[in-house]
Each structure stands twice: as structure tokens, then as C-alpha cells.
């Protein structure tokens, strides 16, 4: 169809080209909730799809691995799905309880069992993809998957920009990553660990990405995100500020993301340790997802590759959300990225990106922090600079902690050196 998801499936035979049966497929987003069989001869097959949250938590920020609960068959009544922690299809049970098929998977996703009445029937089976049972490939929607081989027998739709293994599958890790549609593999173990810590936090119901809505000519974004202890109202403060840098303020719709705060100790306890341990929290896969947004609605509205600009500007634990959710997109959709982090709890190191800066004022303690990977390999771009060079009094911007705040502390309300260096050095100065 025009979304590019397969909707129908011929089956013939290779002799005499007649046809054996077809198959007509009827979604919800990219997940399939009703299939038609309908062969040469014989009974038309309906079967209904009922699906849940995926692996992401959500209706489908995992490409659905995960969320089939339910297939209701005319042919063969209620089936109930059952999965591995990486959304495999590991068995399915009718409504009381009788087995009707259990899988178990090589580490590429290769059957190596198949046993019960429906085993053969059942086309959902690894990282509940659809197989077809003809060829053994799974349909993953942009791509087929053979398992067998372990790889893709198509090439990447965007090239060697998105690797230089065209026909390569979930970085040759299918044990810890998997992939959505066929484009992009994602680190799983890493958002599943994040779950608990989302959930503590209370991430896992209330971050989200404020701001209006892209526009039909917008080729430019620009994203925002803090740190710990800043309620909504102070993420919207630090957008808004921000977009009215003399580089930004023609950008539309900048968006602020959400990171929600259960206070400083709390948030030092919970998120600040979750990302220490490597997870992927749910902001930072909203993140990914609004990025993966803009990038789509720029190619809709027809923006040439040189004019796509995608800017995050991220303060404090900003810096490890954002480089976090750039994990999660493409190798396309990054080359259009510009990053800038302030005070980060995490440096980037640029690689991949369209430009990366890292900005610390010298006096600014978290930076310093071992959590560095700059660090340890000196090979991140890092701007240090003297709040007094700014015009800031002694005691104002200069302290470990009022040197990482983005106002300053003397009561006014005034930015702080963060926002005045950031304001007098954009891009390209």
C-alpha cells in the first residue's frame, strides 16, 4: 500500500503458475489486526488479531515485538500467545489451557523446534514477526528476514549510510537487540532494564515531548531537554529561552522533553542511576521517536538533504538522555543532528552526528565526574569557559553547584553563564 506494508501475498505454483491461494492483510499501523486466507478451492479463513503494549511499553514503539496477545482463527478458534524477555514466540494455548504450539529459536532466530497442532499454521513466531511458511522468511515490513542465514536478503534501503553491512541483522546480536521493521535495531536489554527506574520515577506515565505541532514547511527542528530536579514548567522555561537564540528564534515548533523529577534526591537515586548502569529510559525513547518525526516530516515537505537540521540543546543529565536516544535512530537521521550539551552528565563524542559541542564552565562540578568518557580518551570536543569573562561577580557562577544551574544565584532571576556563553556562541562562531 502506500505506507509500503505488504497487503496481499500470492501463492502459486512454480510449473503451471496457478494459483494456490491469497492472502489479504489489514492494518493498524504496522501491525496486522486481520488476516484473509482465501484458497483456490475450499473455506475462506478469517482470522482477527488482538494486540497490547509491546516490549517499549507502548501500542507499538517496539514495531509490536512483543504485544500480540491474541489470534481468533475461523478455522481454528482463540489462540493466546506466549513469549521469551525478547518477544519470541514461544508457545500458544488455546482458551483452556492446551498447548496448541511451542518454538524454540537459535540466537539468529532459526527454528530449531516446532512442535503441536498449530506449529506450521501459526505464521507469528520470532520477535512475533509473521512467517511465511512457503519460504521460511520472517516479514519484518520494510525488509524479509532469513533467519537461516542470519541476515537480510535485501539491502538496506538507505545504503552504506546506514553501515557498511547492507545485509547485515541486529548488529549480529539478535540475543540483545532487536528490530522494529526491518530499519532499525534496537539495544532491547537496555530498555527493558530501564523499566524499574522508569516506573520508580515515574517517567513511565508522565515524560513527554511539549510543543506545537511541525509545520508543512519546516525543514529545521529544535529539541530541548534538563536535568534532574526541573519540573515541567522549568522545561518549558528552558525551551523557550533557548529558541529565542538569534540562531533559533525562526525555527518553528520547538519542542520541549519532558524529563520528570521526583526531586533532587530521588532523581539523583533513581535516574541518574539508571542511566549510570547503561539503561534506556522511556524519555529518551520519546526522544528518539519525536526525532524520528521531525526527520520524516522534513523529507515529507520535501527539505533537500543540506537543509535538515535537527538541533537538541541538553542540559546537565539532558546530555545522557539525549545520547541515549540517539542510539536508537538511524545513521541517516543522525548525520542531520547537532548537538550541543551543557554542563553534561554525559559528553558525546560527535561521532555520526552533524556536529556535537560539549560546554562546560570550568567551575561547573558534574562534568568532572567520573562518569566522563571524555576522560578517558580526551577525544571529545569540549568548550570550558570563565563565567567572569561573562561579566559574573565572585560567588555568582562560580561555586560547584551555581556553576551548573542554567539561572544564576544572585536572586534576580537572571540567566546564568550557561545560557549567556551559549547565547553569544552559536553555531559556527
Known amino acids: 500500500d502506500a505506507l509500503g506494508r505488504r497487503v496481499r501475498k500470492t501463492v502459486k505454483f512454480a510449473s503451471t503458475g496457478a494459483v494456490i491461494e491469497d492472502r489479504y492483510f489489514i492494518y493498524d499501523g504496522w501491525n496486522v489486526i486481520e488476516e484473509t486466507i482465501a484458497p483456490a478451492t475450499g473455506a475462506v479463513e478469517t482470522a482477527e488479531h488482538v494486540w497490547g503494549t509491546d516490549l517499549s511499553g507502548t501500542a507499538q514503539g517496539a514495531g509490536g515485538v512483543g504485544g500480540l496477545l491474541l489470534r481468533e482463527s475461523s ?61 521460511g522468511l520472517l516479514y519484518y515490513g520494510y525488509r524479509f528476514y532469513n533467519a537461516t542465514d542470519g541476515r537480510w536478503p535485501s539491502r538496506d534501503p538507505i ?3 546506514g553501515g557498511e ?3 547485515g541483522a541486529n548488529e549480529n546480536d539478535s540475543i540483545n537487540y532487536i528490530d522494529l521493521n526491518g530499519l532499525n535495531p534496537l539495544n532491547f536489554l537496555r530498555e527493558v532494564a530501564a523499566l524499574p527506574f522508569d516506573v520508580l520515577d515515574g517517567d513511565l506515565f508522565r515524560a513527554r515531548i511539549i510543543g506545537e505541532k511541525f509545520t508543512d514547511s519546516q525543514c529545521q527542528f529544535l529539541f530541548t531537554t534538563v536535568g534532574v530536579d526541573t519540573n515541567r514548567a522549568g522545561s518549558i522555561d528552558h525551551r523557550d529561552r533557548v529558541a529565542k537564540y538569534p540562531e533559533f528564534h525562526r525555527i518553528p515548533s520547538p519542542q520541549a522533553v ?34 524520528m518525526k521531525a526527520y520524516q516530516k522534513a ?4 527539505c533537500p538533504d543540506k537543509c535538515i537540521k535537527i538541533y537538541i540543546e541538553a542540559h546537565s543529565q539532558g546530555g545522557a538522555l539525549a545520547t541515549n536516544a540517539l542510539t536508537l535512530v538511524s545513521a541517516e537521521i543522525r548525520k542531520h543532528v547537532f548537538l550541543t550539551t551543557l554542563g553534561s552528565q554525559r559528553d558525546h563524542s560527535g561521532e555520526g552526528l552533524g556536529g556535537a559541542r560539549n560546554i562546560h564552565n570550568k567551575y561547573d562540578i558534574v562534568p568532572k565526574l567520573p562518569n566522563q568518557p571524555s576522560l578517558l580518551f580526551k577525544k571529545y570536543p569540549t568548550e570550558t569557559f570563565d563565567p567572569t569573562s561573562l561579566g559574573f561577580s565572585k560567588g555568582q557562577e562560580d561555586g560547584p553547584l551555581s556553576a551548573h544551574t542554567l539561572l544564576n544565584e544572585n536572586g534576580d532571576g537572571g540567566d546564568g553563564s550557561y545560557y549567556k556563553y551559549r547565547e553569544q556562541h552559536p553555531w559556527g562562531k
Do not use: C
Not at 523529507?299 to 520535501?302: D, E, H, I, L, Y
Open 75 to 135: 478455522a481454528n478458534g482463540a489462540s493466546y500467545y506466549h513469549y521469551d524477555g525478547n518477544g519470541n514466540v514461544t508457545a500458544l494455548t488455546s482458551g483452556t489451557g492446551t498447548v496448541q504450539a511451542a518454538y524454540t529459536y537459535g540466537p539468529f532466530g532459526e527454528t530449531l523446534r516446532a512442535a503441536g497442532p498449530l506449529a506450521q499454521g501459526n505464521p507469528w513466531r520470532f520477535s512475533t514477526k509473521y512467517q511465511d511458511e512457503e519460504t
Open 159 to 161: 545504503g552504506e549510510k
Open 165 to 167: 553491512n547492507l545485509y
Open 258 to 291: 519532558y524529563n520528570p523529577t521526583i526531586g533532587l534526591a530521588g532523581d539523583l537515586l533513581v535516574q541518574a542511576a539508571g542511566d549510570e548502569l547503561g539503561t534506556i529510559g522511556v524519555v529518551s525513547r520519546k526522544m528518539a521517536r519525536a526525532l
Open 299 to 302: 523529507k515529507a515537505n520535501g
